[in-house]
């Protein structure tokens, strides 16, 4: 049963989010702030940097949820 509820996951999110991620891709090039953000893609980075910058991404998509207001009835 994971089996196929996993295939269809995969097929649909194959299907919604490689089109969409084409016309992003596509359209950022005429787009004024992302062409600017492209063209620092030249960039050296250490690898400590993009250690630094991985787990401070990963700490806020953990704590963010943790401290966010929930609705109450």
Do not use: N
């Not at 196929?4 to 005429?30: E, I, K, N, Y």
């Amino acid at each position: 049963m994971w089996y196929g509820m996993f295939l269809w996951a995969l097929v649909s999110s194959v299907f919604f989010h490689d089109p969409a991620g084409l016309l992003a891709l596509f359209t950022l090039r005429h787009h004024k702030y992302g062409a600017a953000l492209a063209g620092t893609a030249g960039k050296e980075m250490v690898p400590f940097e993009a250690l630094t910058l991985g787990t401070g991404q990963t700490i806020c998509v953990m704590v963010v949820p943790f401290f966010r207001a929930l609705a109450t009835p």
